[in-house]
């Protein structure tokens, strides 16, 4: 049973992007249900774009700040790439989006989008890199060509997806 346990917790912080996006969405579910003023499809997108922003920007950054810079060696390791002083300067960049997604989450489509677009380049970017380390490096390590290099693709399209639907459904009245 211990093996289990270690087993999923390893594997849910070795996919933080995928755990943290799950974590919205269940937000996002409970933020929804709990709303007074009437379940609308801008309530729907609102919660689910916020959340989203809280917590695939926000908090995933802010974990890709910590690990990159704190824990460099073994995200390296994980990744199939040498440890590399690159890896502070990644960090970095990713406490700035996080902070931008804190700062963005509940305030406007303008700020969300912003927000959205720094890390998504990013990742998506990221992507084409996974791609090319599998094919030129072979590296098929958890890190490059596992559930990260999907979810370096997938979060951003469902991010593009919300703002595109608060763009078309607007806010809602009452939006907490």
């Not at 594997?11 to 995928?18: A, Q």
């Not at 729907?44 to 704190?70: C, P, Q, R, T």
């Not at 489509?109 to 380049?121: C, E, H, K, M, N």
């Amino acid at each position: 049973m211990a093996d289990i346990i270690r087993a999923t917790i390893t594997f849910f912080l070795s996919n933080y992007s995928f755990t943290f996006f799950l974590i919205g969405l269940l937000v996002s579910l409970i933020a929804i249900m709990r709303s007074q003023c009437g379940v609308t499809r801008a309530l729907v997108v609102e919660k689910l774009l916020a959340w989203y922003v809280f917590f695939s920007i926000g908090i995933d950054n802010l974990y890709n700040f910590v690990m990159h810079v704190f824990f460099g060696e073994m995200s390296a390791r994980f990744i199939g790439w040498a440890d590399s002083p690159f890896q502070l300067e990644v960090g970095v960049a990713s406490l700035g989006f996080a902070v931008v997604g804190f700062l963005a989450a509940f305030r406007s489509f303008d700020l969300r989008l912003a927000a959205i677009i720094g890390p998504s380049v990013f990742t998506l970017g990221a992507a084409v890199g996974h791609i090319q380390q599998m094919i030129t490096a072979h590296n098929f390590a958890p890190g490059n060509a596992g559930l990260i290099f999907w979810t370096d693709i997938l979060i951003p399209i469902f991010g593009f997806v919300l703002l595109g639907l608060q763009h078309r459904y607007g806010k809602p009245a009452v939006a907490r």
